[in-house]
């Protein structure tokens, strides 16, 4: 069985780090020839049918987070991010959950809520119609996927719900959708559309927005690891680790910073992956305030061992059929790497590495501070944008960090001494 716990793969030289993920994960020469393009793996030919008014391609580096175990089973995590040390930082937090098993997580069906606004009614009577008629307007929904049908997926549920608004009473009515192994925002939208003019038939009145709901609170991830309180640190790091969460917890301004942190490490999974980034961190931070105050999206505390405990939930809407995630080849090939096999997979993979890196991140504000690892990987970026070469950016950032004087100007100054 592979093993992502790869002694110093940070060391290693790109052509060993590439030859140890193809190992990994079984890659072609003609896949690793991929990943070694300087386009990213994109054409402009193809960006060009991708988006509108395309001028060309934006690459950000592509990275593995080793030392993952994950219900059992290893992974290596690609992450796509620009941001120093978040990389580092999540393989390092697999690192210390590995000692205790790794990361438990499970993730709900994959349920999409499609949603139907309906005006000018009578939101009783519409109700009492729309229940009455559920079965036919399931069937009518499910007649636009013969795919989802055919597996016993597709619309499962329809429900109704009235809320007030300065224009009056408004009749939303939901259709629960089971989108498989897929993200499902087409397919929802598709649904949403086909059975609106049945609805105003029935209800008679008249819909407006026809669209899913990113709040995916049908498709709850959460996952779980042990941090054994050695290899925190000891009862003193355990202990202000988790009264840096109850900071988190209890103010806005902390928890803000606490989440998105969180989200550099299943955001950069995402983006590997092609997945829909920005609707996952809206539906997050909707979740963060499900109790009608931003919170932490994560909780921490400690078991009768004095283990540290971290559960991260979320709600995560993704999928490794459609959309960009079957087009970018760089994209595929991360799926490749990471080896999963449905949807629910995915997620269950992105909330550990968020939880990962979660713990990395509130580890080190509770220790040293979060600038002495972050300012060091910063440093390297102002080597190279003052134009050293290879050679001299691990002097330079030798030199920055002894004398704990990190600017681009002092890089530019280094280098001209060199």
Not at 124 to 144: G, T, V
Not at 186 to 215: A, Q
Not at 374 to 401: F, P, S, W, Y
């Amino acid at each position: 069985m592979p093993d992502s716990s790869i002694s110093k793969f940070f060391e290693k030289s790109r052509k060993d780090r590439l030859d140890i993920i193809a190992n990994f994960a079984n890659l072609s020469s003609d896949e690793l020839d991929l990943l070694q393009s300087n386009d990213g793996g994109i054409s402009y030919d193809k960006a060009d049918k991708m988006v509108e008014n395309a001028i060309g391609t934006f690459s950000l580096p592509l990275g593995i987070a080793t030392n993952f175990k994950i219900n059992g089973k290893d992974y290596l995590i690609p992450m796509v991010i620009e941001e120093p040390s978040v990389i580092a930082a999540a393989s390092k937090g697999a690192k210390i959950a590995r000692i205790k098993g790794g990361f438990e997580v499970s993730a709900d069906e994959s349920y999409s809520i499609g949603q139907i606004q309906i005006l000018d009614v009578d939101v009783a009577f519409a109700i009492q119609q729309i229940n009455e008629s559920s079965d036919e307007i399931l069937r009518l929904a499910n007649s636009k996927s013969n795919t989802l049908s055919k597996m016993g997926k597709g619309a499962k549920e329809i429900s109704c719900k009235e809320i007030d608004t300065p224009s009056g009473k408004m009749l939303i009515v939901e259709l629960l959708i089971d989108v498989g192994d897929a993200m499902g925002a087409n397919i929802t939208n598709t649904m949403c559309e086909s059975v609106s003019p049945l609805i105003e038939k029935i209800t008679g009145g008249r819909s407006l927005l026809r669209i899913l709901s990113n709040y995916s609170t049908r498709r709850i991830v959460k996952a779980k690891a042990v941090f054994e309180k050695e290899s925190v640190g000891g009862e003193e790091v355990v202990k202000n680790i988790i009264s840096a969460f109850e900071f988190a917890d209890n103010d806005v301004y902390r928890a803000v910073t606490h989440n998105k942190g969180i989200m550099n490490g299943t955001i950069a999974v995402a983006n590997a992956i092609g997945q829909d980034s920005r609707a996952i961190e809206a539906a997050a931070n909707a979740y963060a305030a499900k109790s009608g105050k931003y919170r932490s999206l994560s909780k921490w505390s400690k078991d009768n061992d004095g283990n540290l405990i971290g559960i991260l939930e979320i709600p995560l809407s993704v999928g490794i059929v459609g959309g960009i995630a079957n087009v970018h080849p760089v994209a595929k090939i991360c799926t490749k790497i990471l080896g999963i096999s449905s949807a629910q997979e995915l997620a269950c993979v992105m909330t550990a590495t968020g939880l990962a890196q979660n713990y990395s991140a509130i580890r080190a504000l509770a220790t040293e501070g979060i600038q002495k690892g972050h300012m060091r990987l910063h440093a390297r970026n102002l080597a190279a944008a003052a134009g050293a070469t290879n050679e001299q950016i691990d002097e330079i950032v030798q030199k920055m960090t002894q004398e704990k004087k990190i600017s681009l100007d002092r890089a530019k100054e280094l280098l001209d001494q060199i």
